[in-house]
């Protein structure tokens, strides 16, 4: 599986926007980009997902490098409750989950 | 609309001893599910996935097993319980229609194997 690198965590003020970047320097043509985040004790829900172009929802956007290998999610206005573990991964098909290490958001009143 | 049940939320095991966490998913067919772990303070780890009844897939060699029963049941086993079980299980399904399918993930099972 092609590989993501994320800060392991962040800090926002909260009503700011927030700017979480992924690497993915080996992704491949057909890899499609997954965002999934986790709240304390809760299982992961999904954000959001792209394969070239940007994408928006009522949850984040997601801007993508022109050459795929980095990505950035983009939270437009930070609250209390987006604080969680914030997962970048490539998948390809409908082939399962492998989740990294992720980014811990935290944010701060 | 498609939920995922999954029990119990929280379960004390001696070393040893076996294990049986359930799954069950209603409002869908034919569904993709899969058994993640989580140990604490670490990253989630996939455990088993199956595309079907009687079809599992097992990542990461180990003392637990799945089976799937039924269409929408997904059972995690083990024998014997040792204490590095212990950790965060998740269940969790896809639909099995089109490419990128989103996962759904249920509340978990905190497993403290003492």
């Known amino acids: 599986d092609a590989k993501t690198t994320q800060p392991n965590s962040m800090e926002s003020n909260e009503e700011e926007p927030v700017h979480l970047p992924c690497n993915h320097s080996?992704?491949?043509?057909?890899?499609?980009i997954h965002w999934y985040r986790q709240l304390p004790s809760q299982g992961p829900e999904y954000v959001i997902h792209?394969?070239?172009s940007n994408v928006n929802n009522r949850m984040a956007s997601l801007a993508i490098a022109e050459d795929r290998k980095s990505s950035t999610l983009i939270l437009h206005r930070a609250t209390l409750r987006d604080a969680a573990v914030y997962y970048c991964?490539?998948?390809?098909?409908?082939?399962?989950?492998?989740f990294g290490k992720g980014t811990r958001l935290s944010v701060i009143a | 609309s498609q939920t995922i049940h999954q029990w119990p939320a929280t379960l004390v095991q001696p070393v040893g001893s076996p294990l049986s966490l359930e799954c069950t998913v209603e409002?869908?067919?034919?569904?993709?599910l899969y058994w993640y772990r989580q140990a604490a303070g670490r990253g989630l780890q996939l455990l088993f996935y199956?595309?079907?009844?009687?079809?599992i897939s097992s990542e990461v060699p180990q003392n637990l097993s799945a089976s799937r029963p039924q269409d929408r049941q997904f059972i995690l086993s083990s024998k014997k319980l040792l204490l590095s079980d212990s950790g965060f299980y998740l269940c969790?399904?896809?639909?099995?229609?089109?490419?990128?399918?989103?996962?759904?993930f249920g509340s978990g099972t905190q497993l403290s194997v003492l």
């Open positions: 991964i490539l998948r390809r098909g409908n082939t399962p989950l492998v």
């Open positions: 080996t992704i491949s043509g057909t890899d499609y």
């Open positions: 199956s595309v079907g009844i009687g079809q």
């Open positions: 792209g394969l070239t």
């Open positions: 409002g869908t067919s034919n569904p993709n």
């Open positions: 969790a399904w896809s639909a099995d229609r089109e490419t990128n399918e989103k996962l759904f």
